[in-house]
């Protein structure tokens, strides 16, 4: 049985580091971006961080699917199979694409808009008013940044991973750029400012595709529109991309789910208390800032995700497409099987580590301006309920994109469909209980049902996976893990021991408290010899 070539080890290797070092630069900026846009917008004060949430769902979501999921599961096969036999033919199908992605996805735009418009004219309600109006602001980035998603699919069929790994940093800046020097001065309302930030995600749209073509272009691209020779790949593209768009846009959809159920069963502040469509016989489980409290807590939960899954599965996609076009499948189990180790290596004490540290995470990071303490108690209760899930989240990328290696794009979209299924019903029961935190624990137990499933099918129907180093991995992770948790738990009554101390003293406490969970992680898995560790080190497979 063959194994990885130092050629390919390395491959994965730096392909690895510069998605999730390019990834990471996105999200610390991120993590900037939402501490700035909390301090001046709030969690539910008005309902505007609201209705910016749920208006940047929709691009926003379009833009994980195109990006970081269905476009590119289902377009990297038919470049690569183009590339090789002419790469002339896999420009002609990338020209094909840019042109009717282009055609697509500005109807969309222009239908959005029009129904905004009738939104517009017909509604009272001052919070629809407001979420509609950020949605007709946000809607054309959409066009901008799903062209910008389907250049980075292209290069990273090319095993370019640099700048579609930092082109996402430009989305960060734009929007620090309207928080810090735009909004101050020139919006004199929450609303206004809100529209600020709309403007400024726009114009990074525009950016992150500007800076993408060169490197496109230094590769030999020209536009080179050829339908009849590029007809058949693209209706292969076009037909694969709605099961794949359900295999790996569960998780996206399952959270778009929970911020439209929070903002439908929400109470706003100081309004009516009973749900009116319901006879005003039943409360509402929720408070006016629920999806804004989503929005903090998935943000936290992208981040591991974003590093870990996403470039984990972007990397090892071409690398399990190669296997399966030479007929090894033995190798892609082999090969599937170090993706899921080194996902659930890093993203174990990832996830604990949120969860361990999630309510001082949240003052620390949050708590200022317009955010108040009882807006990071909720905002790191859901970091606490999604973090949860982290672990499976993180592996979900991956799985999907080994069933598309072997091209099954049926059965993940069947499972997703069960997930998004168990996902619902789980709202409708857990938000009675437990509010908004409800949502996010349906979310946490669905991606779990999903992976187990999705694991196990993997094995029997398409390639045996290697069971004894994935549970001597998890058995090992688990016990260095549970190591991490001691120690937080025990130093957590010791250096966070005042809530009164200054924010910089909470923040020192609090980086020392990670340090020493990340350091006492890291140091039991090398006792325990954890190849994963050595494998990310660069040491050995």
Known sequence: ?????????????????????GTLASRVLGLLRDMATASLLGLGEGGTMDALVIAFRVPNLLRRIFGEGALAASFLPAFTRAWEDQPRRAWQLLSVMFVWLTIMLTVFTLLGEAICAVLWRTSNDA???????????????????????QASAALQALSQFRWPAFSPVLLNVCWLAAIWLVAPRFAPDKLAQAHVIAVAVLISGVLQLAVLLPPLVRLGYRLDYDWSASRAAFWQVARAMVPITLGLAVTQLNTLMDSLIAWTLSAEAGGRQTVAWLGDAVHYPMQSGAAAAIYYGERFYQFPVGILGQAIATVIYPLLSR????GDRAQIGIDLTLGLRLVWFTALPASLGIILVAQPLARVLFERGAFTTDDAIRAGRM???????????????????GYYAVGDRITPARLGLVAVAINFVLNLTLIWPLAENGLAIATAIAAGVQVVWMTTTFSRIASPLEWRPLIRTLLRCAVAGAAMSLVVLGLKHFVLDSADASRMRQAVDLSLLIVAGMATYLGVA??????ELRFLLGRRD
Do not use: K, N
């Open 383 to 401: 970091m606490a309920c999604y973090a949860a899930g982290v672990w499976a989240y993180c592996a979900i990328p991956v799985l999907v994109r």
């Open 526 to 531: 090398w006792l325990l010899g954890v190849d």
């Open 127 to 149: 919070a629809t008013l407001e979420l509609v109006g950020l949605s007709a602001a946000l809607l054309p980035y959409m066009v901008f940044i799903c062209l910008a998603a």
């Open 1 to 21: 049985m063959p194994a990885m070539t130092s050629g390919q080890r390395r491959q994965l290797w730096s392909g690895f580091w510069a998605t999730s070092l």
């Open 323 to 326: 296997h399966e076009a030479r």
